[in-house]
């Protein structure tokens, strides 16, 4: 299974429960979206794909490399979030970040690559709404992915980072640092759709429905996830 990395630590948690509950197991594997796609187009084995944009899910149904149009599961959301110890104030609008940048103040921000990471997007996105877009280029550290931003984002070498709102709340990841979550208007929504793809087992089956139950949604929703209700 391909996830994107925004689903990390719920969906551990959700194939952990799935294991529990029906004895089958899913291995998941976590990167960025554009990646993942790119790789299925080149053959690569996956069953299901988890994408953090549902324009890449749109893209490979067209290509005849998905059963169907697949499923909204989710909707993310970015955070600001910086390291304990960090000069850098967390606040949705970001005005404490465009002070400190003026000031000369920010030396490593971090976002996941926006050229095939749909939050590294979305983070790019809320940037130029705020305008300081232009500014961040010479301090722009770019994560692979945005569970990799998030690492260089709370390494102690960055005052910060634009990262995924569910892996700010994972009890991994939330002792390290504070966050506040940027408005959702200042981007392009996150709407995450997972799809089987061609081939995919009774085993993979399984797992795509389990998506839908309680259990898999209430982990979804500790995450910081916005369910959808019938679409």
Not at 148 to 167: D, K
Not at 184 to 199: I, K
Request: net charge negative; charged share 20%.
């Amino acid at each position: 299974m391909a996830a994107a990395s925004d689903l990390q630590f719920a969906v551990t948690e959700i194939a952990a429960a799935f294991t529990a509950e029906t004895g089958m197991q899913v291995r998941p594997s976590f990167g960025s979206t554009g990646n993942f796609a790119r790789q299925i187009r080149e053959g690569a084995p996956f069953q299901i794909f988890m994408a953090a944009d549902e324009r890449f899910i749109a893209e490979l149904h067209a290509d005849g490399l998905t059963r169907d149009e697949g499923d909204l599961y989710a909707l993310g959301r970015v955070v600001i979030m910086v390291p304990n110890g960090s000069p850098l104030t967390p606040d949705a609008e970001l005005n404490n970040l465009a002070e400190m940048l003026t000031e000369g103040r920010i030396t490593h921000f971090a976002i996941a690559n926006p050229d095939h990471a749909p939050y590294g997007m979305r983070a790019m996105e809320s940037l130029m709404t705020r305008g300081i877009w232009d500014d961040l280029q010479p301090v722009i550290v770019l994560g692979e992915n945005v569970s990799q931003a998030a690492q260089f984002a709370l390494s102690g070498n960055a005052e910060g980072g634009i990262i995924a709102y569910s892996l700010a709340l994972a009890p991994e990841v939330a002792p390290c640092g504070t966050f506040a979550l940027i408005p959702e208007d200042w981007h392009e929504p996150l709407r995450q759709r997972m799809a089987l793809l061609n081939g995919a087992g009774e085993v993979a089956e399984a797992f795509y429905a389990f998506m839908a139950e309680p259990a898999a949604r209430e982990i979804m929703e500790r995450y910081g996830f916005v369910l959808p209700e019938g679409e």
